[in-house]
């Protein structure tokens, strides 16, 4: 079916550790973006995507590497986990459109802990 | 300071009635959208309307309207004849710049928890 999916859903993994979510969408659309919800912050953008090997560094970047490779994936990793990057995070496609009334789909989002 | 501030942390309303979610926004840009989105209790982000700095009238969206009052920076989601599954966490968003390329950078607001009662 088409969409956009994350994996894993949830993720438990300990500080130091490497980990990465994934994202995958079915639409072909260029703009990929990462955000993280916590509570009272509402949703921040962590590194958005334009299009296939173009990132670039949103709200909250720092101790979070992207990469978009194939324009139908944009995963996300944590090169050395802290507890601050425990989250909820999601992942969000858009298509290109001419009255800029495209919306971002998300994913179900991935709930990460970092004991 | 806040790009997207909803002050209401949390509201009540009985079913069937209508309710109004607050957003003001804030930005210097001519052109912007406003998007809503509702987040259920399993978590998924549902896009909800939205309405262009440009458009004449107000969006609809069968039980969703937005009461978009330009001057004053606020686009307040209305929600008429509640239903029990409208409670969920509801997220105000705002995209700056004109959005013609398809590129919709959003900033969120902070969210309203809306919780109908039968």
């Known amino acids: 079916d088409a969409g956009i999916t994350q994996s894993p859903r949830y993720k438990i993994t300990e500080t130091g550790r490497q980990v990465t979510l994934m994202c995958h969408q079915t639409?072909?659309?260029?703009?990929m973006f990462w955000y993280r919800q916590d509570l009272g912050h509402g949703l921040r953008l962590i590194y958005y995507?334009?299009?296939?090997?173009?990132?670039d560094k949103g709200e909250v970047p720092d101790g979070y590497v992207v990469s978009r490779s194939k324009t139908e994936n944009f995963p996300l990793t944590l090169e050395s986990a802290t507890r601050s990057q425990t989250s909820v995070y999601f992942c969000?496609?858009?298509?290109?459109?001419?009255?800029?009334?495209?919306?971002?789909?998300f994913g179900d989002g991935t709930r990460l802990s970092i004991l | 300071a806040q790009k997207i501030t909803q002050t209401q942390p949390g509201m009540f309303v009985q079913e069937k009635e209508a309710v109004t979610l607050d957003c003001t926004y804030d930005?210097?840009?001519?052109?912007?959208?406003l998007f809503w989105y509702k987040q259920p209790s399993s978590g998924e982000m549902i896009f909800l309307i939205y309405?262009?700095?440009?458009?004449?009238q107000n969006a609809t969206e069968g039980r969703y309207s937005l009461n978009f009052q330009k001057a004053r920076k606020s686009a307040n989601l209305v929600i008429s004849a509640s239903q029990l599954g409208d409670s969920a966490m509801y997220f105000c968003?705002?995209?700056?710049?004109?959005?013609?390329?398809?590129?919709?950078?959003?900033?969120f607001g902070t969210g309203t928890r809306l919780l109908v009662s039968p």
């Open positions: 968003a705002m995209r700056e710049g004109p959005g013609n390329t398809g590129f919709q950078k959003l900033v």
């Open positions: 969000a496609s858009s298509g290109l459109g001419t009255g800029g009334n495209q919306p971002q789909h």
């Open positions: 309405q262009g700095s440009y458009d004449q």
């Open positions: 639409w072909s659309h260029s703009y």
């Open positions: 930005t210097s840009d001519p052109s912007y959208g």
């Open positions: 995507s334009a299009a296939a090997d173009i990132t």
